[in-house]
Protein backbone atom coordinates (compact mmCIF):
# COMPACT_ATOMS: atom_id res chain seq x y z
CA UNK A 1 0.00 0.00 0.00
CA UNK A 2 1.56 3.57 -0.96
CA UNK A 3 2.00 6.44 1.42
CA UNK A 4 -0.62 8.24 -0.63
CA UNK A 5 -3.41 5.22 -0.33
CA UNK A 6 -2.72 4.95 3.69
CA UNK A 7 -3.97 8.60 3.89
CA UNK A 8 -6.51 8.18 1.69
CA UNK A 9 -9.76 9.34 3.17
CA UNK A 10 -12.76 6.61 1.91
CA UNK A 11 -16.45 7.17 3.52
CA UNK A 12 -18.34 3.97 5.14
CA UNK A 13 -20.47 5.09 2.44
CA UNK A 14 -18.10 4.17 -0.30
CA UNK A 15 -16.10 1.57 1.64
CA UNK A 16 -19.67 -0.94 1.98
CA UNK A 17 -20.49 -0.16 -2.02
CA UNK A 18 -16.85 -1.45 -2.29
CA UNK A 19 -17.14 -4.24 -0.19
CA UNK A 20 -19.84 -6.13 -2.28
CA UNK A 21 -17.23 -6.56 -4.74
CA UNK A 22 -15.30 -9.98 -3.16
CA UNK A 23 -12.40 -9.24 -5.01
CA UNK A 24 -11.88 -5.63 -3.50
CA UNK A 25 -9.19 -6.42 -1.04
CA UNK A 26 -8.90 -2.85 -0.63
CA UNK A 27 -12.59 -2.78 0.67
CA UNK A 28 -11.82 -5.00 3.71
CA UNK A 29 -8.36 -3.58 4.68
CA UNK A 30 -10.43 -0.17 4.68
CA UNK A 31 -13.29 -1.76 6.80
CA UNK A 32 -10.57 -3.37 9.12
CA UNK A 33 -8.77 -0.03 9.79
CA UNK A 34 -11.70 1.34 10.54
CA UNK A 35 -13.42 -1.04 12.73
CA UNK A 36 -11.08 -3.93 14.38
CA UNK A 37 -10.38 -1.45 16.97
CA UNK A 38 -13.11 -0.28 18.79
CA UNK A 39 -14.56 -3.70 18.73
CA UNK A 40 -11.54 -5.24 20.45
CA UNK A 41 -11.56 -2.30 23.19
CA UNK A 42 -14.84 -3.09 23.03
CA UNK A 43 -14.23 -6.72 23.53
CA UNK A 44 -11.53 -6.18 26.29
CA UNK A 45 -13.92 -4.32 28.38
CA UNK A 46 -16.34 -7.48 28.45
CA UNK A 47 -13.49 -9.39 30.29
CA UNK A 48 -11.95 -11.32 26.78
CA UNK A 49 -8.43 -12.26 26.72
CA UNK A 50 -6.15 -10.31 23.54
CA UNK A 51 -6.35 -13.53 21.66
CA UNK A 52 -10.24 -13.63 22.48
CA UNK A 53 -10.77 -9.94 21.35
CA UNK A 54 -8.87 -10.17 18.01
CA UNK A 55 -10.61 -13.62 16.87
CA UNK A 56 -14.23 -11.69 18.10
CA UNK A 57 -13.28 -8.56 15.77
CA UNK A 58 -12.37 -10.64 12.88
CA UNK A 59 -15.18 -12.93 13.73
CA UNK A 60 -17.66 -9.76 13.34
CA UNK A 61 -16.13 -8.21 10.69
CA UNK A 62 -16.68 -11.22 8.79
CA UNK A 63 -20.08 -11.87 9.78
CA UNK A 64 -20.55 -7.94 9.04
CA UNK A 65 -19.61 -8.07 5.70
CA UNK A 66 -21.40 -11.15 4.90
CA UNK A 67 -25.10 -9.82 6.46
CA UNK A 68 -24.43 -6.64 4.66
CA UNK A 69 -23.48 -8.58 1.48
CA UNK A 70 -26.61 -10.67 1.54
CA UNK A 71 -28.45 -6.83 2.05
CA UNK A 72 -29.36 -7.46 5.44
CA UNK A 73 -28.63 -3.78 6.51
CA UNK A 74 -31.49 -1.52 6.80
CA UNK A 75 -30.31 2.60 7.38
CA UNK A 76 -33.47 3.29 7.86
CA UNK A 77 -33.27 1.12 10.84
CA UNK A 78 -30.77 2.86 12.69
CA UNK A 79 -27.09 3.91 12.47
CA UNK A 80 -24.39 1.41 11.28
CA UNK A 81 -22.65 1.47 14.71
CA UNK A 82 -25.89 0.18 16.35
CA UNK A 83 -26.39 -2.88 13.77
CA UNK A 84 -22.51 -3.70 14.17
CA UNK A 85 -23.05 -3.65 18.14
CA UNK A 86 -25.39 -7.19 17.44
CA UNK A 87 -23.00 -8.70 15.69
CA UNK A 88 -20.31 -8.01 18.18
CA UNK A 89 -22.21 -8.93 21.30
CA UNK A 90 -23.22 -12.12 19.80
CA UNK A 91 -19.72 -12.85 19.09
CA UNK A 92 -19.06 -11.89 22.40
CA UNK A 93 -21.56 -14.39 24.04
CA UNK A 94 -20.57 -17.11 22.04
CA UNK A 95 -17.20 -17.08 23.36
CA UNK A 96 -18.32 -16.51 26.85
CA UNK A 97 -20.50 -19.43 26.63
CA UNK A 98 -17.88 -21.48 25.54
CA UNK A 99 -17.81 -24.46 29.06
CA UNK A 100 -13.86 -24.71 28.72
CA UNK A 101 -12.78 -20.89 28.27
CA UNK A 102 -9.59 -20.54 29.64
CA UNK A 103 -9.30 -17.14 31.56
CA UNK A 104 -5.96 -15.34 32.71
CA UNK A 105 -6.27 -17.05 35.90
CA UNK A 106 -7.34 -20.56 34.46
CA UNK A 107 -10.55 -22.37 33.95
CA UNK A 108 -13.45 -20.09 33.50
CA UNK A 109 -17.15 -21.36 33.79
CA UNK A 110 -19.30 -18.31 33.07
CA UNK A 111 -22.27 -20.10 35.61
CA UNK A 112 -19.86 -19.70 37.64
CA UNK A 113 -19.29 -15.71 38.08
CA UNK A 114 -22.11 -12.69 39.18
CA UNK A 115 -21.01 -11.08 36.32
CA UNK A 116 -21.70 -13.39 33.75
CA UNK A 117 -25.76 -14.46 35.76
CA UNK A 118 -26.23 -10.62 34.63
CA UNK A 119 -24.83 -10.63 31.43
CA UNK A 120 -28.41 -10.51 29.56
CA UNK A 121 -28.93 -9.97 25.85
CA UNK A 122 -29.33 -6.04 25.65
CA UNK A 123 -32.18 -4.62 25.12
CA UNK A 124 -30.26 -1.10 23.38
CA UNK A 125 -27.15 -0.39 22.23
CA UNK A 126 -24.83 0.17 25.43
CA UNK A 127 -23.28 3.14 26.55
CA UNK A 128 -19.57 1.44 26.57
CA UNK A 129 -19.79 0.47 23.06
CA UNK A 130 -20.83 4.11 22.44
CA UNK A 131 -18.35 5.69 24.13
CA UNK A 132 -15.52 3.19 22.65
CA UNK A 133 -17.63 3.77 19.23
CA UNK A 134 -16.84 7.71 19.64
CA UNK A 135 -13.35 7.91 20.97
CA UNK A 136 -12.37 5.23 18.14
CA UNK A 137 -13.87 7.28 15.47
CA UNK A 138 -12.99 10.36 16.62
CA UNK A 139 -9.23 9.70 16.62
CA UNK A 140 -9.22 8.26 13.29
CA UNK A 141 -10.95 11.52 12.08
CA UNK A 142 -8.28 13.57 13.91
CA UNK A 143 -5.64 11.30 11.94
CA UNK A 144 -7.31 12.18 8.73
CA UNK A 145 -7.65 16.12 9.50
CA UNK A 146 -3.80 16.42 10.70
CA UNK A 147 -2.95 14.93 7.31
CA UNK A 148 -5.39 17.63 5.34
CA UNK A 149 -4.64 20.79 7.21
CA UNK A 150 -1.57 22.80 7.69
CA UNK A 151 0.31 22.50 11.20
CA UNK A 152 -0.36 26.12 12.20
CA UNK A 153 -4.22 25.90 11.30
CA UNK A 154 -4.40 22.74 12.93
CA UNK A 155 -2.66 23.77 16.40
CA UNK A 156 -4.85 26.38 16.38
CA UNK A 157 -7.42 24.25 16.73
CA UNK A 158 -6.15 22.01 19.34
CA UNK A 159 -5.55 25.01 21.25
CA UNK A 160 -8.87 25.99 20.85
CA UNK A 161 -10.78 23.22 21.43
CA UNK A 162 -8.76 20.32 22.23
CA UNK A 163 -7.10 21.69 25.00
CA UNK A 164 -9.43 24.35 25.79
CA UNK A 165 -6.72 27.22 25.91
CA UNK A 166 -7.87 30.43 25.52
CA UNK A 167 -7.84 32.69 22.21
CA UNK A 168 -5.14 34.86 24.16
CA UNK A 169 -2.94 31.96 24.73
CA UNK A 170 -3.64 30.91 21.02
CA UNK A 171 -2.29 34.16 20.01
CA UNK A 172 0.49 35.04 21.83
CA UNK A 173 2.27 31.04 21.13
CA UNK A 174 1.33 31.13 17.18
CA UNK A 175 1.36 34.97 16.62
CA UNK A 176 -1.36 34.83 14.68
CA UNK A 177 -4.22 37.12 14.49
CA UNK A 178 -7.71 36.41 16.52
CA UNK A 179 -9.60 36.46 13.33
CA UNK A 180 -7.34 33.97 11.61
CA UNK A 181 -8.02 31.40 15.03
CA UNK A 182 -11.28 31.92 14.53
CA UNK A 183 -11.42 31.07 10.74
CA UNK A 184 -9.05 28.02 11.86
CA UNK A 185 -10.81 26.86 13.93
CA UNK A 186 -14.53 27.06 11.84
CA UNK A 187 -12.84 24.97 9.39
CA UNK A 188 -10.96 22.43 10.74
CA UNK A 189 -14.06 22.03 13.25
CA UNK A 190 -16.63 21.96 10.54
CA UNK A 191 -14.41 19.46 8.70
CA UNK A 192 -14.04 17.02 11.85
CA UNK A 193 -18.20 16.75 11.81
CA UNK A 194 -18.15 15.83 8.48
CA UNK A 195 -15.70 12.85 8.58
CA UNK A 196 -17.65 11.69 12.05
CA UNK A 197 -20.79 12.08 10.00
CA UNK A 198 -18.98 9.63 7.51
CA UNK A 199 -17.44 7.38 9.43
CA UNK A 200 -21.04 6.14 10.53
CA UNK A 201 -23.99 6.92 8.23
CA UNK A 202 -24.36 5.16 5.08
CA UNK A 203 -25.92 7.21 2.39
CA UNK A 204 -28.35 5.52 -0.21
Same mark, same amino acid.
Given at each position: MSL???HEWVTTSTML? @??SDFD? @??AWEKLSQRFLRPIQAYARQRG? @??DECEDVAQESLM???QAFRRGDYDRARGRLSHWLFGIVWRRIDHVRRKPDRIGDGGPVRPVDTVEWMNFEAPRAVSPEWEEVWERTMLEDCLRQIRVE???KTMRAFEMLVLE? @??IEDAESELATSRNALTIAKHRVSKRLRELIEQCDEVRP
Open positions: HDAQ @RLD @RGL @RPAFAFEPD @RS
